[in-house]
């Protein structure tokens, strides 16, 4: 396990457990490590809450998937934005039964594209095509 994961695992969960200090230091880091990101201290501690709370992720490993993806979906190459919500918006793409993180998603793969995905994964492909020729009788 590495070094920032170690760290990671070791912050508070709750806001109201969090400093002031730490809370601004978390407010300071996104800033710095997502260029362009125009949100506000405040949005900027409730990301680093959630992105920890649903995926142990700290901001630092989300900006490193952003940068390595060049701020584009992994899987249709099309430029994402950071917050908001809209087909575009960046969004964490995750195993659900393992929770193990992919990488980032625009809204619009994220909910229709990995869906069909995890169906083929789960069933398999033969079947899914012998359903689709009407091969398998309902």
């Given amino acids: 396990m590495g070094a920032a994961i170690r760290k ?5 969960e709750t806001r109201e457990s969090m400093s002031v200090t730490s809370r601004d230091s978390w407010s300071k880091r996104i800033g710095r490590l997502v260029p362009g990101a125009r949100v506000s201290d405040e949005r900027r501690v409730e990301f680093a809450r959630w992105i920890w709370k649903l ?13 390595r993806q060049k701020g584009l979906c992994a899987l249709c190459d099309k430029a994402m934005k950071i917050g908001g919500t809209g087909p575009t918006s960046a969004q964490v793409d995750h195993d659900h039964d393992t929770k193990y993180v992919r990488g980032l998603l625009c809204q619009k ?5 990995v869906p069909v995905i995890e169906t083929l994964r789960l069933a398999g492909v ?3 095509l012998a359903y689709i020729q009407g091969a398998i009788p309902v």
Avoid: G, H, K
Avoid at 109 to 113: A, K
């Fill in 55 to 67: 995926y142990r992720l700290t901001v630092e490993d989300w900006a490193r998937m952003w940068s």
């Fill in 109 to 113: 793969c994220n909910r229709w594209v």
């Fill in 126 to 128: 033969e079947r899914v």
């Fill in 8 to 12: 990671s695992l070791a912050r508070p």
